[in-house]
């Protein structure tokens, strides 16, 4: 073949590959917003408390504890004929698509744990979905395409959020939009996943096989063979889920009492009301049921033999400076998680905008503003190298905090503002012209600039930091990490937004993105070990 040709061939795969991961990045995120920010506004327009929202955000715990069964997509194929990973990114899509359908027919007001329990459906199928997507885009992708991949991975995964984090705020505005109910766009997004998995099973680039994983757990006896391999790997899955069972219900007999013990003398001579006393009460008993959940599934996984996980995870903590990336990571984003964890709640009953506004600046303009910050991100990788993009970046994404803490305190106005004229898309429209404030639309714009830009630094981090042969295990634990934030502070955020006010929030949001900075100056030679030049590439 000319040289000239094998070029070419090249060029036409390398622009596959980049296009798939596009493609599996909106799946990815379609499904987050559903759970997230989407959810918070249906439920606020139901009429729920803060407090109450904030807790349904634990609907994402699936998030921080897929790494629990991803090593079994490490370890099985779903369906043999589409090859690695393909036929997990089938099955998962189409399951979303049936939890979303069936989350459309439940009343947040009237069934209200039936909600809380399919909200919670579909986040363990979305994290299912993404430990095969960060899996097959790690594998996919040499390490010189990662920079501008978890790039256009981002921005994918923005583009869902467009939809059905800001699009849908449109088309769900009486006055304004399309006059959709909740239920009616949940199940057009159900419509879209489906069609997600039609692209997963015809359009994907197929994955080379790789030889069968054969060890577990260094240190312990190997099972004898493949197939031996495989069993103590379900049975390690299942002990672990024994064991989570156990301390759920355990935690939910007994850590109320502990921490009413614990916290209620403190709260007892506060100013709060007893309701938010008793948040505090519920927070503290939920710690103290996740601290005796999580060792126990660890004793269990290593009791059982869970091969896979075992194996990853010691691959993982084998590299110089593991303990301190997984510090950074769950911290890298803790602040700007904590910013965002309520943010259409106070945009919406704080700040009393118009839920066609929001859905126009911070859903829609902001994300398209994420897109293109994550693009420049990807570019500037190129030039900065991986460690000084992450801390340029992070410097950014902090400041971006104190602009919403300007917008608390009396932002709103004081920069004009602009009329949206009235249009029609087909998709979606605006029936009126509609005033949008200059002050949320600065603030909103430099938050999402500089937060796609840290997220693109942090995939192609997370990128580098896995095995090939453990990628969905390695990348679903250090993912799980990251989400800490993100999910976890929801409880919190709620708590303590009613208790000291949304200017002291941010205020703290702030204050949390500096840790990561800190732990990222100290881990500077580990860091741009990462870093592949063009050369090595």
Known sequence: ????????????????????????????????????????????????????????????????????????MDRFECV???????????????????????????????????????ALAVAFASASQDVVVDAYRTDLLGPAERGLGASLGVMGYRLAMILSGGVALIWTD????????????????????????????????????????????????APAGEHGAARHDLLGFLAVLAAVAVGVVLSDRFAPGVAAALVGPLLEGSTLPAPLRQRWVDLTALLLGIAFTLPLAAWAARRARFGTLLAGVSSYFAMPGAVAFLFFIVLYKLGDAFAGSLMTAFLLKSMAYTSAEVGVVNKVIGLWLTIGGALVGGAMMLKLGLWRSLFVFGVLQLLSNLGFWWLAVGGKGSLGGAVLPAFDWGFVKLAAATPVDGALLMVVAFENISGGMGT??????????????????????????????????????GVLAESIGWPDFFLFSTVLALPALVLLWWQRVPMRALEVTPASA
């Open 1 to 72: 073949m000319p040289p000239s040709l094998s070029r070419s061939g090249v060029t036409l795969a390398a622009l596959h590959r980049l296009a798939a991961v596009t493609v599996l990045g909106f799946a990815s995120g379609l499904p987050l917003a559903l759970t997230g920010q989407a959810l918070q506004a249906w439920l606020t327009v139901e009429g729920l408390d803060l407090a109450a929202i904030g807790f349904l955000s634990l609907a994402g715990l699936p998030y921080t504890f897929k790494f629990l069964w991803a090593p079994l």
């Open 80 to 118: 043999a004929a589409l090859g690695r990973r393909r036929g997990w990114l089938v099955l998962t899509q189409l399951v979303l698509a049936a939890l979303l359908l069936a989350l459309a027919a439940t009343s947040p007001t009237l069934a209200l744990r039936s909600f809380a329990l399919l």
């Open 174 to 221: 009486a006055q304004q939009g399309g006059g959709w109910s909740w239920p009616e766009v949940y199940r057009f997004m159900a419509g879209v996943m489906v069609a997600a998995a039609v692209v997963s099973l015809l359009l994907l680039p197929r994955l080379p096989r790789l030889p069968p994983v054969r060890g577990a757990n260094p240190g312990a006896a």
């Open 456 to 493: 693109a630094a942090f995939v192609a981090f997370l990128m580098s930091l896995c095995n090939q042969r453990f990628t969905a295990t390695q990348y679903a634990l250090l993912s799980a990490f990251a989400s800490v934030g993100r999910v976890w502070v929801g409880p919190l955020a």
